[in-house]
């Protein structure tokens, strides 16, 4: 993970919200911590190939979609797709075709853009609009 990191010059939040999804969710300074080295994952995070593969499918659709990767970049945004993921159970294939759907601004038609700075729930929300749109295709 620390790699694709440094490979891609994204930040952390982001990779490890992707390459954790349906895992327990990592706080802030266990990320910090791992970034220099220092491993203090949760006894209960399991990695395995197949979080490794869903983290690579992910990736790959964030990084060829019409998203700039400043947009997609941030750690609220992981935070929000997997707490998406652990709600409403989708197939990889469906989150690909989520993150397809999306356009360059993100948010969906149904869901305007918050005030502010978007937070995890918001993204989850939105994700939420999408994958209703691909159910129905």
């Known amino acids: 993970i620390e790699r694709i990191i440094g490979d891609y010059d994204l930040k ?8 954790t999804m349906g895992q327990p969710e990592l706080k802030a300074n266990v990320v910090k911590d791992l970034k220099v080295g220092i491993d203090r ?3 209960n995070l399991k990695l395995s190939e197949d ?15 019409k998203m700039s990767e400043k947009t997609f970049n941030n750690g609220r945004l992981a935070k929000g797709l997997k707490s998406f993921f652990k709600d409403k159970c989708p197939t990889i294939e469906q989150m690909v075709s989520i993150i397809e759907a999306m356009n360059k601004d993100v948010w969906h038609a149904n869901y305007p853009k918050p ?8 993204y989850a929300e939105n994700f939420a609009e999408y994958y209703e749109d691909v159910l129905s295709k």
């Open 41 to 43: 994952l949760p006894k």
């Open 51 to 65: 979080t490794q593969s869903m983290g690579d499918k992910l990736l790959q659709a964030f990084k060829a979609s």
């Open 115 to 122: 005030k502010g700075s978007p937070e995890a729930k918001n």
């Open 12 to 19: 952390p939040e982001f990779v490890y919200g992707l390459y």
